[in-house]
């Protein structure tokens, strides 16, 4: 037999044992999808210090068990935020160590988280570590199994003294961008008035409909994923940050009359009726309706997200589609619509600027 023929018929039988063998497969855990989760801090003078986690946090598995590290990089940013409402970011994704591994003999019951966040003595499962902290930054993801649904913060500002935060709340970002969907096939589209009643559907769902909706959970990743996708689509015109800051800065000129910083904000951002309305329907007053709103990208900065209620709550309210009658429905849709300006309207903003 040629020698070329033996030759091709062992590299043949080469591959077909490669080919038939069995490798045992490489075993890797599926990451679970990137969760956030935020708390924040008071600290001196009204400011505060605001904590944001960011990465994939598998389940417990046996200690023998091989794993995959491709992709489990998580990070910590924290933010300082003045009275003023300036920022300063302290530490910028800064990388996250599993305490469990890096101080495998450590009492993890001593660090003083509270509650349920606290550690076992011998279990430091979901305690975590920032390294590049000067005195020691801490955090706590509760529950130990599944996806985790709060954080809690220990930091050490010097070796005596520590802040602890609240129980803040973790959202996955898979179920963020479910919830958004329809907010950003609005406003791609460039239909400012859609995106407007989504953005209200869920930062408030009752100011879009009378009947009850699913509950939203809004948490701050949620609105600042609002904001951001605003104010990418109207490059950088409209989002709720944009109008926090304009309430800061007229708040800061008026911080003992909260109706007169309401009135002058509705102003700023282009709320206030500017021409009489033709027919006077005794329900509105001297803000838009919304109607009348300038959904166009020539609106005034911060003119949309709006924060009222749309024209059909506040004529159902009225006028029961029943045909049933209410000694006080005029009154109390009038009542409707000035609450959600000089009452809503500041709680809001007090939630944006703990969220932004």
């Known amino acids: 037999m040629p ?40 600290i001196d003078q009204g400011g505060r210090l605001t904590y944001r986690l960011t990465g994939a946090f598998p389940d417990r598995v046996a200690p023998d068990t091989p794993q995959n590290p491709v992709g489990r990089t998580v990070t910590l940013t924290v933010q300082r935020r003045d009275r003023s409402g300036k920022v300063q970011t302290l530490l910028n ?3 996250v160590e599993d305490y469990e591994q890096v101080a495998p003999d450590a009492d993890y019951s001593k660090l003083p988280f509270t509650g349920d966040f606290r550690g076992k003595p011998n279990d430091g499962f979901r305690l975590y570590r920032v390294k590049a902290s000067a005195n020691g930054l801490y955090i706590s993801l509760r529950p130990t199994s599944g996806q985790p649904q709060k954080i809690q913060i220990v930091h050490y500002l010097s070796s005596q003294k520590f802040v602890r935060s609240e129980a803040g709340a973790c959202q996955s970002e898979a179920a963020l961008l479910k919830t958004l969907a329809p907010l950003q096939q609005a406003l791609k589209a460039k239909d400012w008035a859609l995106a407007d009643r989504e953005t209200r559907r869920l930062l408030d769902p009752s100011s879009v409909s009378l009947k009850p909706l699913p509950e939203i959970k809004l948490t701050p990743e949620l609105i600042r994923a609002i904001d951001e996708a605003w104010l990418g689509a109207s490059q950088g015109r409209f989002g709720l940050s944009l109008q926090a800051k304009i309430w800061e800065s007229i708040r800061a000129k008026s911080p003992k009359d909260e109706a007169a910083a309401i009135n002058q904000f509705r102003d700023r951002v282009g709320w206030k009726l500017t021409q009489p309305r033709k027919d006077n329907d005794f329900l509105s007053s001297d803000w838009l309706n919304e109607s009348e709103l300038n959904y166009s990208e020539k609106a005034p900065v911060g003119h949309l997200p709006w924060m009222g209620v749309s024209d059909s709550v506040v004529y159902g309210l009225a006028a029961p589609s029943d045909g049933s009658h209410c000694g006080s429905c005029h009154t109390d849709a009038m009542q409707l619509r000035n609450e959600r300006f000089y009452g809503y309207l500041p709680r809001l903003m007090a939630r944006l600027k703990s969220a932004l």
């Not at 023929?5 to 490489?26: E, S």
């Not at 599926?30 to 989760?37: D, G, H, I, Y």
Request: aromatic letters at 0%; glycine letters at 4%.
């Open 3 to 42: 020698l070329q023929v033996v030759n091709r018929l062992a590299i043949m039988g080469l591959v077909t044992v490669l080919g038939t063998a069995i490798i045992p497969p490489v075993s890797a855990q599926v990451l679970p999808p990137a969760v956030t989760c935020q708390a924040t801090i008071p």
């Open 93 to 95: 994704q800064a990388t």
